[in-house]
């Protein structure tokens, strides 16, 4: 029974685009094939069952026969031959066949077996042997997918031609798929995991024969123009098409026709142009190479041949080569855990074939160059002190003292004390509440304008620097990051954009994430503001604006603007947390650049705040595996993406469909974590059976926020238990489930590239557990009992304290230079410093501030006061306590608050000093309009009627409220 109800799954749609996963459908289908198979062979003909088995069977083979013309194994050719046996009648042989291809399917033994489809035995089924396992990984296998329009001999012909060429010291080995047409190229390209390199080979049709409605986005724009171009034309257009799906492949044309001409103008898309079929060899070659500097890890391997050298250590680091722990009685546990080879690599060496961090010159800026390209940046600069230090590099670099910087309140503290270093007027923006769930989404592009005109209105726009905002959010926000960039552009033109995603390293592997990260989309900018179609787009946009236009704030929040393309200069900066979302030892991280103006304003102060914060002895072991992360990201990291989404996709609709655990427990869809008026495509929810994932890919293309699947955010109010305590009381100390974030009523699961289906399996199979816990224990309790736990019940369901904004800089601490107009920023670097001496501050507790908030006295933190959760600063230093802020805390049940001590209360600047720091402040602002300031600040004449010169910095960084990094 259990077989008929998948069987009767995966007949009961064929097209591959209403399928959640085509890779899940693909396995399924295998099985179930066998298995019905299997019984097919055991019935009579005469059976009455036997036309209904055989009837199914032909029905599975219909479902994958499409799927299988995308892979080299078995291939299109060798199934359609099993679907003959299967019209023939010879099941059993069929039965055979089909079970070989299925176990070499499931073990991978296909990469490096060679085997035909019909054999006698059923064949190794798996990789038993250490040489077995050795040859895998001796040689990875990978295939290569050309397109053309080939008979089966040609096919034939070209298959053997590539079997001939091997060689038994080839790195590496390949097959080949052939698809026949435009269509099936791009489906080629999106289905198969294995596919490493493309060859494009003149002429071939457009049209595929399995028509799949998940490719129109990407030919909506180029449909009509491919109909009416010779197909001699095709191949450089679908080139480019590849090219933005998955940019990590090597793409090769093979042409007939103006072979000089055409590598010229297509250069940047392939990586070779060939001239017909005139030299084969170089085209294997070219392969092989393409795929080795891909494969190629520079400081990986200098690390593993250094540690295979004899060497004589009279230098720091007693543990290199592992000489303190086998020369010691009491340690020599550690290296058994460990093994050898970490300590053998350990060194404080920087020469020997190894590489300097601080000053790069070898492998170390091989392998960072190596990561630029895999990730989209001009530069790529590694961290061994994770994504808190990356982000302080990237403020010291670009900040000023009295810059200010507009920053997202519940960016990570990183950002808060890198700010304080800095010495920056900070201007916090707020992000939109979500009171129901206890968390912040994002801050809307309208806020970020308006704080920018705000700035214009006081006269101080000249003086606004950088734009900070986390991409994506801990709970899974994503802003459109080219539109943020192109309508502040287009109010202030030299802004610096700070991205951090240090939750989001891994949207480079994937085509629907990587459009909104900070690199792609400036590499995306800067290529359309140098297009004769934006110059024509922004003519009749300023047309349409109006001469009047610019001086209309109304208008101009009304309107979404752009930049002016003759005075915009894309400067952007990301960091990432590389060790959260892939694959990378505890605090690797990276720093992505793409600025154009790098070498002349920014390249030395970044190597100054480089210099600062890194350490002189970096970990190899992190370096070593930032390295090897890279590799993975440019050769299987689209598949391993693809494989974390759906497993999300699959933990959600279990938990939707599954009775029991509905009664409790939901995951949030895109609806309840992004308000309406941020989602243009209406979508309330990215998957379902009727659209498959079209909904998630059109609400990425035009929603001003998008949610990230992979993060799943469960609402668990209706158990009556909070978050901290199902995080620690149910998941981590009773099942051994790890998670990260929580808030009052949820807690926060994510999907990453080692996540497997076993255990979303047991995910689900512990919160059946935990439901089935709390239905019991709901059922057994009194009439006391059942009113306290629905009164519990309602609290986390329906009685959230409504989430604070944030109130003010005191006025100590608001630096005022002669404006007429206040504005947001303040001098946080102040105020944290002036808390050192405890002579200026006092503390007050809840009913006491209460108290002196009602007599009107103002209260102004003298601490970052952070609860966990939510895990972002409910109070900077300089800011007042307001009323609404005390009412949050009053309604906190949380027991980890950092900066706030239960036993005396919030910590505060008493009113002595207070007066002293303004007065100070107010004879510096005198001695400023005098000409007299030690930082002076230039007024600034530029409005936004006349865009002035454009130089924009964007830089990424930490993350949303890290709770346990």
């Known amino acids: 029974m259990k077989n008929d109800a998948r069987s009767s799954a995966l007949t009961k749609v064929a097209s591959l685009s209403q399928h959640r996963s085509v890779w899940e459908l693909r396995a399924d289908g295998w099985i179930s094939l066998v298995d019905d198979l299997g ?11 036997f036309e209904q088995r055989l009837a199914r069977v032909r029905e599975i083979v219909s479902v994958l026969a499409p799927i299988e013309s995308y892979w080299a194994f078995p291939g299109g050719r060798v199934f359609n031959e099993l679907g003959v046996w299967i019209e023939r009648g010879e099941l059993a042989r069929a039965h055979q066949a089909a079970r070989r291809i299925h176990r070499m399917l499931a073990a991978q033994t296909y990469r ?19 040489s077995e396992r050795q040859a895998q990984l001796a040689r990875p296998y990978f295939e290569v997918l050309i397109v053309d329009e080939m008979s089966a001999s040609e096919e034939d012909a070209l298959r053997r031609r590539v079997q001939r060429k091997r060689m038994p010291d080839d790195d590496f080995i390949f097959d080949v798929v052939v698809v026949p047409s435009f269509e099936d190229a791009l489906i080629a390209t999106l289905v198969n995991f294995n596919l490493q390199a493309v060859v494009i080979r003149h002429g071939f049709p457009f049209r595929a024969l399995y028509h799949n409605d998940m490719l129109r986005r990407f030919l909506d724009s180029v449909d009509d123009r491919i109909e009416q171009m010779p197909e001699s034309e095709r191949g450089p257009l679908l080139g480019g098409q590849i090219a933005v799906l998955r940019p990590e492949l090597d793409l090769y044309l093979v042409t007939d026709v103006n072979v000089e001409e055409i590598a010229a103008r297509t250069g940047e898309t392939f990586k070779r142009v060939f001239f017909r079929e005139e030299d084969h060899t170089e085209l294997y070659s070219s392969i092989m190479k393409g795929v080795g500097e891909r494969h190629r890890t520079p400081f990986f391997n200098a690390l593993r041949e250094y540690a295979k050298q004899p060497t004589g250590v009279f230098h720091a680091l007693p543990l290199a080569r592992g000489k303190s722990i086998m020369n010691s009685n009491w340690i020599g546990d550690l290296q058994q855990f460990y093994g050898s080879n970490l300590f053998m690599a350990e060194t404080s060496a920087t020469s020997g074939g190894l590489d300097s961090l601080l000053d790069p010159v070898g492998p170390l800026k091989l392998a960072q160059e190596y990561a630029a390209r895999a990730y989209g940046s001009r530069r790529t600069y590694f961290a061994t002190n994770g994504t808190s230090t990356a982000n302080k590099i990237v403020v010291q670099a670009l900040v000023r003292p009295e810059d200010i910087v507009l920053v997202d309140r519940n960016c990570h503290k990183s950002h808060h004390y890198g700010l304080v270093l800095a010495g920056a007027q900070v201007a916090y923006l707020d992000s939109y509440p979500l009171d129901e769930y206890s968390m912040y989404g994002a801050v809307p592009i309208r806020h970020i304008k308006q704080t920018l005109l705000d700035f214009r209105k006081a006269g101080k726009l000249n003086r606004v620097r950088l734009v900070l905002l986390t991409n994506c959010t801990f709970d899974g926000i994503v802003y459109d990051v080219e539109r943020v960039m192109m309508e502040c552009l287009a109010i202030k033109p030299d802004l610096v954009f700070l991205w951090d995603e240090a939750w989001f390293a891994f949207a480079v592997c994937h085509p629907i994430y990587r459009q909104r990260t900070g690199m792609a989309s400036a590499k995306r900018l800067r290529d359309a503001m140098r297009s004769e179609g934006y110059a024509k787009r922004y003519g009749k946009f300023i047309e349409e604006l109006g001469a009047d236009g610019w001086n209309d704030d109304q208008k101009l929040l009304d309107t979404r603007l752009m930049p002016d393309p003759a005075k915009a200069r894309v400067r952007v900066y990301a960091t990432q947390s590389t060790h959260k979302t892939l694959t990378s030892l505890r605090q690797g ?12 304003k920014a390249e030395e102060a970044f190597h100054e705040a480089y210099m600062t914060h890194t350490s002189t002895s970096p970990n190899y072991q992190i370096l070593a595996s930032l390295d090897v992360g890279r590799r993975q990201v440019e050769l299987e990291g689209y598949e391993l993406v693809q494989r974390q989404l759906e497993l999300a996709m699959t933990l959600r609709e279990q938990v939707f469909h599954h009775p029991l655990l509905k009664k409790y427990f939901r995951f949030l869809r895109v609806g309840e974590l992004v308000p309406a008026q941020y989602r243009e495509s209406g979508v309330e929810s990215y998957y379902n059976t009727e659209t498959g994932w079209n909904n998630m890919e059109a609400a990425w293309r035009t929603d001003e926020f998008a949610l990230d699947p992979s993060r799943a955010t469960l609402a668990i109010g209706a158990t009556g238990v909070d978050g901290d305590t199902f995080k620690n009381k149910y998941l981590m100390d009773k099942y051994g489930i790890q998670i990260n974030k929580t808030s009052r009523n949820t807690v926060l699961f994510m999907t990453n590239i080692g996540s497997t289906r076993s255990a979303v399996a047991y995910l689900l199979e512990v919160l059946v557990k935990i439901a089935r816990d709390v239905d019991q ?36 601490f608001r630096v005022s230079i002669g404006e007429e107009t206040p504005t947001r920023d303040g001098q946080i670097r102040s105020a944290f410093f002036l808390s050192y001496d405890d002579d200026n501050c006092e503390y007050i507790d809840m009913a006491d501030a209460a108290n002196a908030i009602g007599a009107g006295r103002e209260l102004v933190s003298a601490l970052f006061v952070i609860p966990y959760p939510p895990g972002f600063p409910i109070l900077v230093p300089g800011q007042i306590i307001s009323a609404d802020i005390l009412q949050f805390m009053a309604a906190l049940d949380v027991r980890e608050i950092h900066g706030f001590r239960p036993e005396l209360g919030f910590r505060i600047f008493n009113d002595a000093a207070l007066e002293r720091v303004g007065a100070a402040f107010a004879a510096r602002s005198a001695a400023a309009e005098a000409g007299k300031s030690m930082f002076p600040v230039e007024r600034s004449s530029q409005t936004v009627s006349k865009p002035a010169a454009v130089q924009v910095e964007i830089a990424t960084a930490a993350t949303t409220t890290r709770i346990e990094s």
């Open 39 to 49: 019984r097919l062979v055991a019935l009579r003909r005469e059976e009455p069952e």
């Open 112 to 130: 490096h077996e060679s085997g035909t489809l019909d054999v006698d035995g059923d064949g190794p089924s798996q990789i038993e042997t250490d």
């Open 589 to 600: 991280s990276m720093i992505h650049v793409w600025d154009q103006d790098f070498k002349d």
């Open 777 to 812: 224990r709901v059922a057994d309790m009194s009439a006391i009992e059942r009113r306290i736990h629905d009164k519990r019940v309602r609290s986390l369901t329906l009685e959230q304290p409504p989430l604070p904004d944030f109130s003010a800089f005191h006025s100590a």
